[in-house]
């Protein structure tokens, strides 16, 4: 008896063993895992996955039923089901016929389950590709995890039609959080917020507009290569990655998850290796703090705080303004609360100006709380009217003659260096100076030690004697006077600049503000860009040009280019703040635009919006048609290419780099000069030796016309044949009628076809042969407005045709 009793023991014994310790993925009902540390798990036959209890980091009692990548030090969880459950210390889940996986508490409380189940459950497995998969009984699929995802999606996975993922409530925190990615029904992958607690969803902040009747998205499709597209309703792809992420991607683990901040990204993780950290080679949207969150709730901070980019990760990061506080310290993303309570009551003891002050913070603004716009108003005007108002929190002061008044809830607050203006947060007398202030340039630091070293000679004055005070202003004014001389001698003359409103800076000034021009923006054949500070009437981030060195022949045309430039003002021009001619050094100093080149926006991941692109082609035009013609200096600005055109922060055109510009005199309508500009934006007259005209800068607009129209650049040599040359290409497909082809997957594009075949013939005209043909840019911008006919244009390149 004893001994038959010792073999039912064993026999129960190894059948638990068998049950919590499989290590070739297949799982019979019956089995079970329990929820401990260093608990067993179902692993994967390839070893990289693993299924089981993972403990919770904020408490060592609580544990998430998941999926993750085992081979990795870090075991990063790639799936989970109890997130609003967390599972008690022997919780167990068990595979069963009838119901699939359940997941029960030690006192039996059934926690979650595998729902819903189609047929009788037989067994499970967990695959190779980090899929858990229930069989039934015809071994049909009964269900699996990738159709149930969480907030991760794996190679060979897909997202149909209806299905979601959904963030973390923080880095740490398993909980629903406020982020969703959604592949809708219509056809459209968004991403969008809800309203915790609710699942009420507001408007996406990134939307791939596919919902085109005949080619709508189906399914979202992860290769196993780390290719992300849509699947279209006619079969084509929609790429949302660059085809080949990486050249060896069978060595690396690839997962794609929608981060607690909003942030849909794709990592990577080499294989066999005992780092813990994943890289990240792909994510949308680009900015999470320029996001368009609109309508009810806030954006990735909470309200009331504000958004800036980590410049390590570009991970967002969410500030409080001086006078707010975090509602939960433990959560850095989440709401700030004021310290202080504004009463519009009549019993308020104290004026509002012996009550409240004004923080300044540059370039921050919270574009969804806007309740009152003054204009023109000066800053003074600005900061009474809040003052004055108990409604007003914030008052927002840009391009010297706006003032923008906010009120609480503040949302979708976000620090953005290139809005040009300042916040002003009303706070209360005696605050505390606020933490994070922008770092100010050395040289502005010199003159700030300078101006406190007035202050203590002026102090030494007023506590003097008479006579010490006499002897001392005698010396003080000689130095000075001696000083002054001595500066003047060395300071060169700029005659040529006194009738501008520039700054003219000396080298070492903007030596200092670029720290050494130590951060590079992008470089050509006439010098090179670099980022720096200048402290203005506040901090100003600036793009300064260092020019390579000019020949003195041409040194007098520099300063009357500089002059000339200095005097344009235009919404479509990249503001030029000053320059420098201080011995051979000859820089150029422009106002800082983060959105970076159109050449970037057109030529990204992604295709740009129909209506952004419609709306910057408006924007150069009219840039080019002030310059051609409502200067009192007309100007050919001899190299339009998208590199040369920069998006301010509302993605508006404006035309930028005028080192090759040329000047024409009053009366003067052509000049001859070597040939400007850049290959395939170049007209055919440069290389004819026939008088340069404004049209030179019509024909570039064509050809850069043809490229927002197609995203594509003018030259592609991965196609062969006339589509290899855009110009050539699209007139085929204009004489074809196959505007469709341009423009190929852009619903927008495709429901605005008279709009596309109107730009496209504006370009055809542009980009004419002879210079006569193509239309003036006041002409070119009448015709894309619509405001006259476009007529149906000839053949751009006759004589090469003919020849």
């Known amino acids: 008896m004893a001994v038959n009793l010792l073999l039912i023991s064993s026999f129960l014994f190894l059948q638990q063993f068998s049950a919590i310790a499989q290590t070739n993925g297949n799982i019979t009902v019956g089995g079970f895992l329990s929820a401990a540390e260093n ?48 599972a008690p210390k022997g919780s167990r889940v068990e595979l069963t ?38 069989y039934s009984s015809s071994s049909d699929k009964a269900w699996d995890s990738f159709r149930n995802p969480a907030d991760t999606m794996l190679p060979s996975q897909t997202l149909e039609s209806g299905e979601l993922l959904s963030s973390k409530l923080s880095a740490t925190n398993f909980s629903t959080g406020r982020f969703r990615m959604r592949m809708r029904p219509e056809g459209n992958l968004v991403l969008n917020t809800i309203n915790l607690p609710t699942d009420s969803t507001n408007d996406p902040y990134y939307d791939t507009e596919t ?25 084509r792809r929609y790429p949302l990655t660059s085809r080949s992420i990486h050249p060896s991607a069978k060595d690396f683990y690839y997962r794609a998850t929608i981060n607690f901040d909003g942030v849909f990204t794709l990592y990577q993780h080499p294989k066999n290796s ?30 009331n705080s504000f958004c800036r980019l980590n410049p390590g990760d570009n991970r967002p990061i969410c500030d409080c303004p001086k006078g707010y506080f975090l509602s939960d310290a433990k959560n850095k993303y989440g709401d700030c609360k004021p310290n202080f309570t504004q009463s519009c009551a009549d019993d308020e003891e104290g004026s509002p100006a012996d009550l409240y002050d004004f923080e300044e913070v540059i370039n921050t603004d919270w574009p969804t709380s806007d309740y009152a716009l003054l204009q023109p108003f000066t800053e003074q005007q600005c900061r009474e009217s809040c003052l004055q108002d108990c409604m007003c929190a914030v008052a927002i002061f840009r391009t010297g003659d ?8 503040l949302s979708n607050g976000r620090f953005d260096n290139t809005l040009d203006g300042k916040a002003l947060i009303k706070i209360t007398k005696g605050n505390p100076p606020s933490r994070g202030d922008p770092v100010l340039p050395r040289s502005f630091m010199k003159n700030q030690k300078n101006k406190d070293n007035m202050i203590i000679v002026g102090s030494v004055l007023l506590g003097g004697s008479v006579f010490f005070n006499v002897i001392l202003v005698t010396a003080v004014c000689l130095c000075f006077f001696l000083v002054h001389k001595k500066v003047h001698r060395q300071i060169p003359h700029h005659d040529e600049a006194v009738e501008t409103n520039l700054r003219c800076f000396t080298y070492k000034e903007l030596e200092e503000a670029t720290d050494g021009f130590k951060e590079e923006l992008g470089k050509g054949s006439f010098g090179i860009v670099y980022k720096g500070l200048i402290q203005m009437s506040y901090v100003t ?12 022949d041409t040194e007098k045309e520099f300063k009357t280019e500089v002059n000339v430039i200095g005097q344009t003002h235009h919404k479509n021009l990249v503001r030029l703040i000053g320059f420098c001619d201080d011995g051979v050094h000859r820089l150029l100093v422009y106002e800082f635009l983060s959105n970076g080149t159109l050449a970037s926006f057109l030529f990204g991941e992604s295709k740009p919006r129909w209506s952004q692109r419609t709306q910057i082609a408006f924007g150069i035009a009219r840039g080019l048609l002030y310059l051609h013609e409502e200067c009192s200096t007309q100007i050919i600005h001899c190299d339009i290419k998208p590199q040369n055109i ?4 509302y993605y508006t055109a404006r035309i930028s780099d005028f080192g090759l510009a040329k000047l024409l005199m009053l009366g003067q309508s052509y000049t001859h000069t070597n040939i400007r500009g850049t290959k395939g934006y170049v007209a055919p007259e440069w290389f004819r030796n026939l008088p340069i005209t404004v049209k030179v800068d019509v024909f570039s607009f064509g050809v850069l016309l043809l490229e927002i129209i197609c ?39 495709l429901n605005d076809k008279n709009k596309v075949e109107r730009f496209v013939m504006v370009a055809l005209w542009c980009i004419q042969e002879d210079p006569s043909l193509r239309p003036t840019m006041r002409k070119v911008t009448q015709m894309l407005e619509g405001v006259v006919e476009v007529p149906v244009p000839s053949c751009p390149c006759p004589f090469t045709m003919t020849n």
């Open 402 to 409: 706006m003032c923008w008044k906010k009120k609480l809830p």
């Open 39 to 86: 608990s067993s798990s179902w692993i994967s036959p390839s070893g990289d996955f693993a299924f089981g209890f993972r403990p919770i980091e904020s408490s060592d009692e609580l544990f998430l039923l998941s999926i993750w990548y085992d081979r990795i030090p870090s075991k990063t969880i790639v799936w989970f089901a109890n997130r609003e459950k967390p």
């Open 97 to 134: 016929s009838d119901s699939g996986l359940v997941l029960r508490s030690p006192q039996g409380d059934e926690l979650w389950k595998s729902d819903p189940i189609r047929g009788t459950v037989v067994s499970g497995v967990m695959s190779n590709t980090g899929n858990f998969e229930l």
């Open 541 to 552: 981030p600036v793009a300064v040009k260092k020019l390579n060195s000019l020949v003195p």
């Open 711 to 749: 995203c594509r650049r003018n030259v592609n040599m991965e196609v062969s044949g006339a589509e290899a040359l855009l110009t050539d290409w699209v007139y085929d497909c204009y004489c074809e009628e196959r505007l469709d082809d341009l423009v190929e997957f852009d619903k927008e594009a």
């Open 274 to 303: 005992s780092n813990e950290g994943w890289t990240a080679l792909w994510s949308i949207p680009d900015n999470i703090c320029k996001a368009s969150f609109t309508g009810i709730g806030s954006g990735t901070c909470g309200f």
């Open 646 to 649: 920069l998006l301010d922060d």
């Open 211 to 235: 919902t085109n009747a005949s080619s709508s998205g189906e399914r979202v499709v992860f290769n196993e290569s780390g290719y992300f597209y849509l699947l279209l309703s006619n079969d």
